[in-house]
């Protein structure tokens, strides 16, 4: 059981709250307490300063995972993505609401609100970020009523059939 | 009445199921079935979906909009009937999630599916008393039928946020009123997965006599008729009943169709009436009257007389997912992937 | 500082040695190290044991005096430090022997590495392996230590137009070298078709782009190079030791196709053995997964960066050729026990210095490299090790 591990982390995991250096501005994300890009990186000790992140942001690189992290198991194949967001940090985080073959680098993506893991039947639920497209086009195919004659299955539809 | 909705938001999951797939596997007719609700697809929540997420979601989406910082939140209720805790409440997460705590109350609120319009009337109350500024009112579910019950065929997911306050109202909320009794049509158990219900037993005493005379009541008391009103909005457990029962009382399709939307997800729930009235939202101009009346089995009806502002028209849409959207895209599942979605597979080492 | 020289050197074979324990295989290298050395075990002054995860492993921590123990030295009561750098283990305890011995503390030093890995079903394994990435802001999102290396590889891909079939290319290679290693996990040769078909574990890699999860122990006798030839004829001198740091992250690189801590870790390498990437005979590199080799051989400086792909594939990198890569097969067909790999490079290289590495012998070997790296390059390692004239 991890529960006060995960539990100090959700002002992060939630809504992504990082820190800037008012030294140099840099961005980072999670929050540090010491400045890496700062020359004489005492300058910027105390000046390290809470900074929300929007959520928003762009793929960088991505995979398609088959052998999945722990919690991850119902989701394969998944995407997962170094995502850079617009102010600057670059956060690592499953790509959801997206079929494997729509995936690409340079994609616009939002962060999203999901459940991360169990601590089994019984234990407590983890939450926290991953990430949906930002665009309706990079998303959800239209739906088809029964009475519709059927398309040819699109290839996402029967990877996940 | 002072206090009204300030701003909404809905969310409902990408994936979807139909009644022919479902039949498929039961070896009924599930077209046919689909066909007599009046469903054609229902929603459903991938694994890493719940009622904490969709809530989130949808509350997110609803404090953009309206431009509220969420510190100025002072009560949040969640309502549903699928609370991924028995004991933890939901909405502490959700709060947590929107940076609305710590100084705020919350609850979870629990009464079928109008566990959300109660939990805005508690809001209406609280807002109208400015004990609060803002009060944030949640319907969700991830609701379940069990394997192969009729009820399997419409159970979906989805919910809706709604924030109550007095400045720049959108939708004012001139009445509320409800009608509650002891009626056993429609229960789950402590410990039980899948809810039961008293198949015909729903109809003419649970769902249409709470609904009806709620409706009438409210009608009554503001002296009005349904050609008072653009838009209804009811409880719709299927496409059918709140066909039915607007017709009774004298509604036209007209005033149904953006209040309407089980058709398309199914049945959210304590989400339904919400994401309904949410989709009227989407659609509304100013000075547009508004009758919704929800419905929560055990049993109770809450009937809302509200009138949109000119505010609306300078309400951003913009952010977030209209309703519409939710109703027309989709991807469909398999009955096998569905089951595997919504835990229905035993895995090994359980 | 003084000259340190390896002495002596011992291998378990690698692979699912499924009837040995952790201590069988740690002490069966240890005392062919310290055989070969010709070395009594009244002249040792130490023990440094690499080791990534023996408490999650086999429930076992405070392994270094269990080994000195059970080799039966435990009557000099001598020190024995266990040295943690996730896959690079191994090669950080030779650092730290290193600089036992050329600090003059110890004259002759055992450094160990061992890891038992069949011990556990393979989802555990795999999420100990990835356990050495950042667990809370990258595994708690999904990430896997093979996709953390599948983002390198796409970006790689993207940047540089890396294709698939030179990812696989590497795996290829490294069976056919481990073909005649009787130490390796695996000896059977693989086609580039066997590789593109495997299931995939983290696009672009598949099963057979990944290192396997092998049992396996290995040790080098360390000693001053100046009385070296007591012990052998053919001393080797550890011409440099260098290790360096990374991010724990993959995310918080400014780079993501270039493992900034080998770069910086072998130009030190190359700076204190006054030597050039060219010089190198003989190396063996780290490549946990396909993409692992290509981004090496940039860094270490063997190629332009970017053009690890189609120079890998080209076969210049087999034997015959100016550099030839793992002869021992790599982590890929030799083996990948997570603390004995970086110990198990230097066994090789040295084997092969010595001329004693048979029909896997590479010609005219007389600068060797070891490159070894802890989860995406949060830590890398490099030694040049070369024969005392």
């Known amino acids: 059981m991890s529960i006060a591990r995960f539990w100090r982390e959700t002002p992060r995991r939630y809504n992504l709250g990082g820190s800037k250096c008012t030294n140099c501005n840099t961005v980072y994300f999670p929050p540090r307490s010491v400045c890496p890009e700062c020359t004489h990186h ?55 609401d997206i079929e494997p073959e729509g995936i690409r680098i340079g994609l616009k993506v939002r962060a999203t609100f999901r459940k991360l893991r169990e601590e089994g039947k019984a234990g407590v639920i983890h939450y926290g970020y991953k990430f949906a497209p930002a665009e309706e086009a990079d998303t959800t195919p239209v739906a088809r009523s029964p009475a519709e004659p059927a398309p040819e299955p699109r290839e996402p539809t029967r990877a996940r059939a | 009445m002072q206090a009204g909705i300030v701003s909404y938001g809905a969310y409902v999951p990408r994936y979807r199921i139909s009644p022919g797939e479902i039949g498929r596997v039961w070896g009924t007719d599930g077209e046919a079935m689909g066909q007599g609700l009046n469903v054609l697809r229902k929603s459903v929540p991938s694994p890493d979906e719940d009622t904490i997420t969709i809530s989130t979601e949808s509350l997110r989406t609803a404090l953009v909009r309206g431009a509220i910082d969420p510190q100025q939140i002072g009560a949040l209720y969640v309502g549903s009937e699928s609370h991924p805790y028995a004991v933890k409440p939901t909405a502490t997460v959700v709060a947590q999630a929107v940076g609305a705590t710590p100084n705020l109350t919350a609850a979870d609120f629990e009464f079928a599916c109008k566990a959300g319009t109660a939990a805005i009337q508690t809001c209406l109350g609280l807002v109208g008393a400015e004990m609060i500024r803002y009060g944030v009112a949640i319907g969700t579910d991830t609701s379940q039928g069990a394997p192969g019950d009729a009820l399997e065929y419409s159970a979906s997911a989805g919910g809706a946020a709604f924030v109550i306050g007095r400045e720049h109202v959108i939708c004012r909320v001139l009445r509320t009123l409800s009608y509650t009794t002891d009626t056993p049509d429609f229960w789950r158990r402590e410990g039980q997965k899948y809810p039961s219900h008293g198949g015909r037993f729903t109809g003419e005493p649970a769902y249409f006599r709470h609904v009806s005379e709620a409706a009438r009541a409210i009608m009554e008391a503001s002296g009005t008729t349904p050609k008072d009103y653009q838009h209804v909005v009811f409880h719709q457990p299927n496409g059918k009943f709140p066909q039915r029962v607007g017709k009774t009382l004298g509604f036209t399709e007209a005033q149904m169709r953006y209040g309407l939307v089980t058709p398309y997800i199914g049945n959210t729930y304590s989400g339904a009436a919400l994401i309904g009235l949410a989709n009227v939202l989407d659609h509304a101009g100013p000075k547009e009257r508004i009758l919704v009346v929800g419905y929560g089995s055990g049993a109770g009806s809450d009937a809302f007389d509200l009138e949109t502002t000119d505010e609306i028209a300078k309400f951003d849409r913009s952010f977030g997912r209209p309703v519409q959207y939710y109703l027309d895209h989709g991807v469909a599942l398999s009955y096998a992937v569905y089951a595997k979605f919504r835990g229905k597979i035993h895995m090994g080492g359980e | 500082m003084r000259e340190v020289a390896v002495l002596g050197v011992g291998q378990t074979k690698f692979g699912e040695l499924w009837d040995r324990s952790f201590r069988e295989i740690g002490i069966e290298a240890g005392l062919q190290a310290l055989v070969d050395a010709k070395l009594s075990s009244a002249d040792l002054g130490a023990l440094y044991l690499g080791n990534m995860a023996s408490g999650s492993l086999i429930d076992q921590e405070h392994i270094a005096p269990l080994i000195l123990d059970y080799a039966g030295l435990v009557g000099r009561h001598l020190p024995a430090f266990r040295v943690e750098g996730g896959g690079a283990s191994g090669a950080l305890a030779l650092h730290q022997g290193y600089l036992a011995v050329a600090s003059g503390l110890y004259d002759y030093v055992v450094v160990g590495g061992a890891e038992k890995l069949t011990d556990v079903p393979d989802s555990a394994a795999s999420a100990i392996a990835s356990s050495a990435a950042d667990h809370e802001w990258e595994v708690v999102f999904g990430a896997t230590l093979p996709a953390l290396w599948a983002l390198i590889a796409r970006r790689h891909m993207h940047r540089f137009g890396t294709t698939r079939e030179e990812l696989a290319s590497v795996p290829v290679h490294d069976h056919a070298m481990a073909a005649k290693n009787p130490n390796a996990h695996y000896r059977n040769k693989l086609t580039l078709e066997q590789v593109l078909g495997a299931g995939p574990v983290a696009e672009p890699l598949g099963v057979l782009d990944c290192a396997p999860f092998s049992d396996g122990a290995a040790a080098v006798v360390l000693g001053p190079l100046e009385i070296a030839r007591k012990h052998t004829e053919i001393p080797i001198r550890i011409a440099a030791s260098q290790v360096a740091s990374d991010t724990m992250a993959l995310q918080h690189r400014k780079e993501f196709t270039t493992l900034a801590s080998t770069e910086v870790a072998a130009r030190r390498a190359f700076t204190q053995a006054r030597r050039a990437p060219a010089d190198v005979r003989v190396a063996e590199i780290h490549d946990a997964y396909s993409i692992s080799a290509l981004v090496a051989l940039e860094d270490l400086g063997f190629v332009d960066k970017g053009r690890a792909g189609p120079e890998f594939a080209s076969g210049k990198f087999g034997r015959g050729g100016p550099l030839t890569i793992n002869p021992s097969g790599g982590l890929k067909a030799q083996g990948r026990p997570f603390g004995a790999v970086g110990v198990a490079q230097v066994v090789e290289i040295v084997r092969q210095l010595r001329g004693e590495a048979k029909d896997r012998q590479v010609a005219d070997a007389t600068l060797g490299l070891t490159h070894d790296v802890g989860g995406t390059g949060a830590t890398s390692v490099v030694h040049l090790l070369e024969r005392a004239s």
Do not use: D
């Open chain 1, 42 to 96: 005492r300058q910027s000790i105390e000046k390290m300063v809470p900074f929300q992140l929007s959520g928003e942001g762009e793929v960088l690189s991505y995979t398609v995972v088959h052998e999945p992290a722990e919690g991850f198991e119902m989701l394969v194949p998944y995407v997962l993505a170094l995502v850079r967001t617009t102010e600057g940090p670059v956060l690592t985080g499953q790509v959801v």
